[in-house]
């Protein structure tokens, strides 16, 4: 270690280990592998976006249009068990994978598939969620032109 004005500077953190320079090989060799890193990230990122957004538009084409209508959520139909747990554990992959994807540093559309799973779940309080935000005029906006373009009606919501 070598000590300059009071502070310890070691070799080893200035040069690298072979206590060199490094050479042009040994950059190329790092930024062909930051490429890499970086395609792949951008294709996380992608196939995340094309993933929540076709499963966000696939649910919101299957929404009744007078599904928001009333005070309180209309009776649906009954399915069988395996098909509750199915359905309930998708969402919470979901949910989990979006709240991942939701970290900083992570790319992906991690609020998006946070959505999609909580439209999925069975749990209290889930319509009025749903209903709060899409009676928001701008999400009301973008989701009935998804519906509009599937040759679905505008989603309906009671007077305010």
Known sequence: MMREAGLRIRKSAVFP???GVRGASNLQEEADVDTGEWMAVAGVSVATLVLS????????????????????RRATKK???????????????????G??????GVPGQGLLLVLCGLML????????????ILSLRPIRA??????????????????A
């Not at 399915?79 to 994978?97: D, H, Q, T």
């Open 79 to 97: 399915r069988p068990l395996w098909m509750k747990i199915l359905k309930n554990a998708g969402g919470v992959v979901l949910v989990l994978i």
């Open 121 to 132: 779940l069975d749990i209290p309080g889930k319509y009025k969620l749903e209903r709060k």
């Open 53 to 72: 957004i076709g499963l966000a538009g696939w649910l919101l084409v299957r929404i009744p249009p007078d599904y928001f209508k009333g005070e309180k």
């Open 17 to 19: 280990v072979t206590g």
């Open 99 to 104: 709240l991942v994807l939701s970290v900083p």
């Open 142 to 159: 973008a989701a009935n032109k998804i519906r509009a373009w599937r040759g679905r009606p505008p989603l309906q919501f009671p007077a």
